[in-house]
């Protein structure tokens, strides 16, 4: 079985900006649109941000404008640069496919927004 593997979260201060990484090798990869989710301690886990094979991307509303989607098809790769985060956006962030695969989701990388 395949997980998605995520990488760069990280503490960082209230307005500061962080990239995360997610890598997986499954060979339809480039054909499935990918997402990326957060969980917050005591919250279910939500998607918030969303890209089509085609770059299409969509975005929940508390973090447009503030994040942003890409995806390397050639790395099989999906990123989500972040700016101008705040403490609420502290969390796991996971990736999985916009159809979420249960048995895929990886250990997710931990964004901490803090003075």
């Known amino acids: 079985q395949v997980q998605f593997v995520e990488s760069g979260g990280g503490l960082v201060q209230p307005g500061g900006s962080l990239r995360l990484s997610c890598t997986a090798s499954?060979?339809?990869?480039?054909?499935?649109?990918m997402a990326w989710y957060r969980q917050a301690p005591g919250k279910q886990r939500e998607q918030v941000a969303i890209?089509?094979?085609?770059?299409?991307?969509n975005y929940v509303d508390s973090v447009k404008d503030r994040f942003t989607i890409s995806r390397d098809n050639a790395k099989k790769a999906v990123y989500l640069q972040m700016y101008s985060l705040k403490p609420e956006d502290t969390a796991v962030y996971y990736c999985?496919?916009?159809?979420?695969?249960?048995?895929?989701w990886g250990q997710g990388t931990q964004v901490s927004v803090s003075v």
């Open positions: 999985n496919y916009r159809e979420p695969v249960f048995a895929f």
């Open positions: 499954r060979r339809d990869f480039n054909a499935k649109p």
């Open positions: 890209i089509t094979s085609g770059g299409i991307t």
